[in-house]
């Protein structure tokens, strides 16, 4: 990908979360006249999370701004993990909000009130579906063009928010038609335990990021298999991958004929850098070129091969040369 397009990207990603911190004040304006009006704990639980939609979109507005920038002489891997803290923020404000929606929620379970006002509560949770299904439906157009985590997180958000609302809309029904206000609290509290494992997903994917976890397999396999497409190149090893927002970063060692000129070696390198590339095009990719048999007996291979092996071949020692982590 040229550096126009990625312009392009970070663009799209300015355009969602613009749209997506307007949705969320529109929705709690919407939400708070509901709550006046009918005094519904699930309209509470949905408005409360509205509110920290905001905050965390929010969030996520400056962090892709953030993440955008350039590398300079302080970050020079850039800023692209701006993105994965904007997440962890995220995670942050939803376990608040799960604690305090599940706590209202058991209190009005032994407290029953009535919900009032049935029909303005119900109207506000519909257009609030509808709205939020819209910014989900953006949200996930822009995921195509841009990759970007903290984009990816307040989608998740965002689609946990739309299957919550229908909680909440069987709840306001149940509670202001059906005369059971008993199942408007337990609504609200199936809210708190739908967001809370929400905020665990958001979290996970997070610390992956913030911890360089290794690309996935397939992907390192295609990584080696690009390289290895030359003949030339013996093999590689020491294969270190990670991501930095939307760039691959991608390390390796390569074996090359111990003869050959620092300037065909050099030639080799590029032109495996180019095939890496035509994959990744985001990849930011540093190649150490070894004399071949020069390796250590205790590195670890993860791919040897001569001219002919193919993607497949690589792929059990990737998988067998990185241990699952912990979320794997």
Not at 188 to 215: E, K, M, P, T, Y
């Amino acid at each position: 990908m040229t550096a126009s397009s990625l312009d392009d990207a970070h663009a799209a990603t300015r355009r969602i979360t613009t749209l997506s911190v307007g949705t969320a004040t529109i929705l709690i304006v919407m939400k708070a006249f509901a709550l006046g009006a009918s005094g519904s704990v699930s309209i509470l639980a949905t408005l409360a999370d509205s509110s920290l939609d905001l905050i965390a979109s929010l969030a996520t507005f400056f962090a892709v701004r953030w993440a955008a920038a350039p590398p300079d002489e302080e970050h020079r891997y850039g800023h692209g993990k701006a993105e994965a803290l904007a997440a962890l923020v995220q995670a942050g404000l939803v376990f608040a909000s799960a604690a305090f929606i599940g706590w209202e929620a058991v209190q009005r379970i032994f407290d029953p009130r009535p919900v009032t006002a049935g029909g303005w509560a119900v109207g506000v949770v519909v257009v609030s579906i509808a709205v939020t299904l819209w910014l989900v439906w953006m949200q996930t157009q822009a995921m195509k063009k841009t990759k970007s985590l903290a984009v990816a997180g307040d989608r998740a958000h965002y689609a946990a928010d739309l299957a919550a609302n229908v909680v909440v809309l069987i709840g306001v029904v149940s509670g202001a038609f059906l005369q059971a206000p008993g199942l408007d609290a337990a609504a609200g509290l199936v809210v708190a335990v739908w967001l809370f494992w929400g905020a665990v997903s958001i979290l996970r994917d997070a610390a992956d990021h913030l911890l360089d976890r290794a690309a996935p397999d397939a992907d390192r396999a295609a990584v080696v298999a690009a390289v290895l497409a030359d003949p030339r190149i013996g093999g590689v090893h020491q294969l270190r991958t990670r991501m930095a927002g939307q760039v691959l970063m991608v390390q390796m060692h390569v074996d090359l004929e111990p003869g050959l000129t620092l300037e065909a070696a050099h030639a080799i390198v590029v032109e495996a850098e180019q095939r890496i590339k035509a994959a990744f095009p985001h990849a930011d990719i540093l190649i150490h070129a070894d004399p071949r048999g020069a390796a250590g007996p205790n590195e670890t291979r993860l791919a040897e091969a001569t001219a002919g092996n193919s993607a497949e071949a690589a792929t059990p020692a990737l998988s067998a040369a990185t241990p699952p982590g912990p979320w794997s």
